[in-house]
């Protein structure tokens, strides 16, 4: 089993910017992908942001050169720093880690950008 907890959501606004983070712990082995998803009011759960252990990254088009994820791997955590954040990122955030052919979720965390 693996668990995970995220921290660093928050009230900012609008050009702000908030720092995710997740620490992965328990069966968590190496070869790994963690990243972040997040889902609004009324809208699906969407991809934000992944990066395998690595280093390769990926991320949505909408969050492209505003937002870095990045890992440390000895420590089994995965960052999402959020730059110049938009209303439109309003969201709970929810870390996951995919190991093997399961995923991991953690119980999110709320970011609301507003003025």
């Known amino acids: 089993q693996v668990q995970l907890v995220e921290s660093g959501g928050g009230l900012v606004q609008p050009g702000g910017s908030l720092r995710l983070s997740c620490a992965a712990s328990?069966?968590?082995?190496?070869?790994?992908?963690m990243g972040w998803y997040r889902q609004a009011p009324g809208k699906q759960r969407e991809l934000v942001a992944v990066a395998t252990s690595g280093g390769s990254t990926n991320y949505a088009d909408s969050v492209k050169g505003r937002f870095t994820i990045s890992r440390d791997n000895a420590k089994n955590t995965v960052y999402l720093q959020m730059n110049n954040l938009k209303p439109e990122d309003t969201a709970v955030y929810y870390c996951t880690v995919v190991i093997f052919t399961s995923a991991y979720w953690g119980q999110g965390t709320q970011v609301t950008v507003s003025s």
């Open positions: 328990g069966s968590v082995f190496s070869g790994n992908v």
